[in-house]
């Protein structure tokens, strides 16, 4: 079965400052998708980004871009000119690419509760 | 606007009175799922469904029962709840094909008391 690990349950960054959360996975599948969820305080889940695994080009959106490491199974999420509105509990996902009808889950990591501090 | 909707937001309940969660989803999705959400767990798949009238189970669907009578609406139903189905549920849904991203609601607070 599909894992995915988040190993920082906590994390920390000033306001303006970049900060690094950490993923990683493991999986017997060549294809797959990832992608990084933000849960507020109001609790709606976010998606902020994803990548196809078959792409070698990280996945980069605003302020939020991946480093994608295949081999590694590694998917960090970099956040750059960190803003109060940031905080959140922050959640990586993995999701098999599926083909003849099987189950579109998403596997969660645990997460990792960001705080800015102004 | 494209959402999707869960009612009730915020539940206490009893042991052992049946309840219903209802999810609605107005984006013509196929996909449409259950997730619970407990501290230091993650979100974990409970049942989802491919279509109307298809539903399968996911990683711990035991107290829990779904159908899918109609394309937009997917209930959860909880026949009995007890105290260790005190969690935050979400639904989610999405189309089949590609790397569409799952909308997920507001989310559902239960408490069993």
């Known amino acids: 079965a599909q894992t995915v690990t988040q190993s920082q349950p906590e994390m920390s960054v000033q306001e303006a400052e970049t900060v690094t959360l950490s993923c990683t996975y493991d999986t017997s599948e060549s294809d797959y998708y990832l992608f990084w969820y933000k849960q507020p305080p109001s609790r709606q889940m976010i998606l902020v980004i994803r990548?196809?695994?078959?792409?070698?080009q990280n996945a980069t959106e605003n302020r939020f871009s991946v480093n994608f490491q295949k081999a590694a199974k590694s998917f960090s999420l970099k956040i750059s000119d960190s803003q109060l509105g940031d905080a959140a509990m922050y959640f990586c996902a993995y999701r098999e690419i599926n083909s003849g009808g099987s189950n579109y889950k998403l596997t969660f990591g645990k997460g990792t509760l960001l705080t800015v501090n102004p | 606007e494209a959402q999707v909707t869960q009612n009730p937001r915020y539940l206490i309940t009893v042991t052992g009175k049946k309840l219903t969660v209802t999810c609605s989803q107005n984006?013509?999705?196929?996909?449409m799922s259950w997730y619970r959400q407990d501290p230091g767990l993650g979100l974990r798949q409970i049942y989802y469904?491919?279509?109307?009238?298809?539903?399968d189970k996911g990683d711990v669907p035991e107290g829990y029962k779904v159908s899918r009578k109609e394309k937009r609406n997917f209930p959860l139903i909880l026949e009995s709840p007890s105290p260790n189905q005190t969690s935050l549920y979400f639904c989610a849904s999405s189309r089949l094909a590609g790397v569409y991203e799952q909308f997920f609601g507001p989310g559902t607070r239960l408490t069993v008391l």
């Open positions: 990548q196809e695994a078959y792409k070698q």
């Open positions: 984006m013509n999705h196929e996909y």
């Open positions: 469904s491919m279509n109307v009238e298809v539903t």
